[in-house]
């Protein structure tokens, strides 16, 4: 199956801009009669799917794409998801969500809220493939990435400022005289285990402190599913992880090794979500403001869909730390 046609390919062929094929297929002001005709005629000679051939009112619906790996009932994204339903319902617009599977994603297809012209513009929740994200924002819809980002693609991001995090966590441990501390976390993952990772590593770069690679651990693999923590022969005493799902199977692979949490190795993790208040001891977590998060996605793109011109930006939202029992170490 090739490749879907964008805006792009359009634009190329008719030797004019993608923002000029964008208001042709979407009937909006600012080309002539003729050029419409031509753009629509070859939009549907070279099989364009996603965007209006016909002037149509904006219906103020954002498309939420997610994917599968990312949404089930234990994850963050349902927490980050409700908050984007409440910020669209306080601007007055509509939230729509689809879950995309990992093929759709592989073949770089469009989304069913796009091809069937649903909503008028995307917000792409969580990591997803660096040509997908071509292939939908192609269309020429306005597009947000919320929770991650991609160096080169030219959309508008929002995330929690996950180095601050990061850095913040580890400088939590050394501040208690801590100097042994490992990472749980695929970095090459997502961005934001990257940035955590980065946050880390920077705290103890600043204290003085050489992190030791024996003590980065993998915790998903190619897919990004979860895998069994494999615990090093020689145990730091302290433990920062990519989040709190992760930093709770930590702790139950080191109960099962025979150590306390924190006595024999202090554990925190990262989004303050539902595993922090499950685990026990309680985790010590980094907090994402996710109804700011929300908020400033929401407005973001409302302004976009009122074109109202701005170059891309990323916006860094920041968070706070929680302090509970699994990271504090008493005399």
């Known amino acids: 199956m090739g490749k879907p046609v964008r805006m792009a390919d359009i634009a190329e062929r008719l030797s004019i801009s993608v923002v000029s094929v964008s208001k042709a297929l979407a009937g909006k002001p600012g080309v002539s009669e003729e050029m419409r005709a031509k753009v629509v ?36 994204y349902t927490s980050l ?17 689809e879950i995309i599977s990992q093929d759709a994603e592989r073949r770089a297809a469009l989304p069913a809220l796009v091809t069937g012209r649903k909503v008028d513009s995307l ?19 306005p597009c947000l990435l919320l929770d991650f980002h ?3 693609v030219g959309l ?16 939590h441990l050394l501040s208690q005289g801590i100097r042994e501390i490992g990472f749980v976390g695929s970095i090459r993952a997502t961005s ?21 690679e024996d003590w980065l651990l993998e915790d998903r693999d190619k897919e990004g599913h979860f895998i069994p923590i494999a615990l090093p022969e020689h145990l730091p005493q302290a433990f920062v992880c990519s989040c709190d799902e992760v930093a709770y199977n930590l702790a139950a692979a080191l109960r099962e090794a025979g150590k306390r949490v924190p006595e024999d190795t202090a554990v925190c993790g990262y989004d303050d979500f539902r595993f922090a208040t499950l685990c026990q001891p309680p985790l010590t977590s980094y907090r994402v403001n996710v109804a700011q998060m929300a908020e400033t996605a929401v407005g973001r793109l409302a302004a976009r869909m009122r074109q109202e011109p701005s170059a891309p930006l990323t916006v860094w939202v920041t968070g706070q730390i929680v302090v509970r029992e699994s990271s504090v170490i008493h005399p």
């Open 41 to 76: 005629a070859l939009a549907r000679e070279m099989g364009y799917e996603g965007v209006r051939i016909s002037p149509e009112p904006s219906n103020g619906n954002i498309g939420v794409l997610v994917a599968d790996r990312f949404f089930d009932e234990n994850t963050f």
């Open 150 to 152: 991609v160096p080169g």
């Open 156 to 171: 508008d991001c929002v995330v929690s400022d996950n180095i601050e995090g990061g850095c913040t966590l580890t400088e």
């Open 192 to 212: 934001s285990i990257m940035d955590r990772y980065l946050g880390y590593h920077r705290a103890l770069r600043l204290a003085g402190v050489i992190p030791r």
């Open 123 to 141: 917000i792409f929740l969580g990591q997803l493939d660096k040509e997908y994200l071509q292939a939908v924002s192609g269309t020429g819809l």
């Open 81 to 97: 998801y409700r908050a984007l339903v409440l910020s669209c319902g306080n601007a007055g617009l509509t939230c729509l969500v």
